[in-house]
C-alpha cells in the first residue's frame, strides 16, 4: 500500500517546506462573514456524517485528525462543531496533557501510539505528539524529566531527530490505512489575548482561564519559531499539515471541515457485500417478515 492514501487538498492553507508563518493569516482574506459559514458547516457536517457512516461500516480505514495551536485557539470548540453530526461510536478524543510518569518511562512517541484509531474509526487528538517539538523546545528544562538514554549536545539536533521520528512513524500509520491530517488553528496575539479578557470578565468561563496561559503567550516568538520549524520538517503528502486562519472562529471550523471531507472522499468506501450464505439469511427473514405484516 502506498504511503499515501489521500493526496493533500489544493488550499492556500497547505503548508510545505517554505511555509513562513509571519505572512500565513490569521484572518482570511475573503471570509465572506459568519452567517455564510455557519450555513457551509451544517452542510460539510451532514457530508462528514454520511462519509463516516461508510468508513465505519467499510472498516479498511481509519483517520487521525491532529489539532495543535496556542491557547485560546479555539481547538475544543473545532473540534465540538465540526464532529457534532459524527456517530460517537465511530469516533475517539483524546486530549494529551503533561506526560505522567509512565509515559516518560517510554519514547515520547509511545502513549500516542496507544491512541491511534482503529479501522473503520476517526481518531481526535487535542495536543499531541507535537508538544515534544513544540512546548519542549520552548520549555527545554522538561527534557530532565524524560530521563533519555543520550542528547545530542546541540538541541537543535534533538529537534531534527525528533522530526525524523514523527516523519517515519506518521508514514508507517498512513501505509496501514491511516489518513492523516494535521490542522494549526493559526490565531493572532492580540485575538488571543481578547478571548483570555474574555474569559476573565466572564464568571462562566473563568474555569477556561488559566494564568499560565498569560505566562505562555509572552513566549509567542519562541513558540512561533518552534511552530515554523515543525510544520515545514513534518508536513508531508501521507501527513499534511494545514495552517488555518483563526480569528474568526466561525470560518476556522467551515475551513477545518471542509478539508476532512474533501480528503476523505477521495477514498473507496463501498458497503461491505454480503456472501451467498447472507444474502440467503437476508431473503428468509425479508418473507417472514412481509408474512408477518400480511397477517
Not at 493526496?7 to 471570509?31: G, H, M, W
Not at 496561559?213 to 508536513?235: G, P
Not at 471550523?253 to 477514498?267: N, P, S, Y
Request: overall charge neutral; proline content about 5%; charged content about 30%.
Amino acid at each position: 500500500m502506498p504511503s499515501r492514501l489521500c493526496d493533500p487538498i489544493k488550499s492556500p492553507f497547505l503548508v510545505d517546506d517554505n511555509f513562513d508563518i509571519a505572512s500565513a493569516q490569521t484572518e482570511y482574506e475573503r471570509d465572506l462573514g459568519k452567517a455564510p459559514n455557519v450555513e457551509a458547516l451544517e452542510e460539510t457536517v451532514e457530508k462528514l456524517a454520511k462519509v463516516q457512516g461508510k468508513l465505519y461500516a467499510n472498516a479498511r480505514y481509519s483517520v487521525l485528525l491532529v489539532f495543535q495551536a496556542m491557547d485560546a485557539a479555539g481547538k475544543d470548540g473545532t473540534i465540538k462543531a465540526v464532529m457534532s453530526g459524527v456517530n460517537p461510536q465511530g469516533c475517539h478524543v483524546t486530549s494529551f496533557k503533561a506526560p505522567t510518569s509512565d509515559e516518560l518511562a517510554h519514547d515520547f512517541l509511545w502513549r500516542v501510539n496507544r491512541a491511534l484509531p482503529e479501522r473503520g474509526r476517526i481518531g481526535i487528538w487535542n495536543r499531541s505528539h507535537y508538544e515534544e517539538v513544540l512546548a519542549v523546545r520552548v520549555h527545554p528544562n522538561f527534557l530532565e524529566g524524560q530521563r533519555l538514554p543520550r542528547r545530542p549536545k546541540l538541541l537543535e539536533d534533538l529537534w531534527t531527530e525528533r522530526y525524523e521520528s514523527i516523519n517515519a512513524a506518521e508514514k508507517h500509520w498512513a501505509r496501514n490505512g491511516c489518513v492523516i491530517l494535521k490542522f494549526f488553528l493559526n490565531v493572532s496575539q492580540k485575538e488571543q489575548h481578547e478571548r483570555f479578557l474574555e474569559r476573565v470578565n466572564d464568571p462562566d468561563s473563568h474555569w477556561k482561564f488559566n494564568a499560565n496561559d498569560l505566562a505562555e503567550s509572552k513566549k509567542w516568538s519562541e513558540y512561533m519559531t518552534a511552530y515554523q520549524d515543525a510544520l515545514r520538517a513534518t508536513s508531508k503528502s501521507w501527513a499534511p499539515w494545514y495552517a488555518i486562519p483563526a480569528d474568526s472562529k466561525s470560518y476556522m471550523r467551515r475551513a477545518v471541515a471542509e478539508i476532512i471531507v474533501d480528503t476523505l472522499r477521495q477514498l473507496e468506501l463501498p458497503y461491505p457485500v454480503l456472501g451467498d450464505k447472507d444474502r440467503a439469511a437476508l431473503e428468509s427473514a425479508r418473507k417472514e417478515l412481509e408474512g408477518e405484516q400480511a397477517k
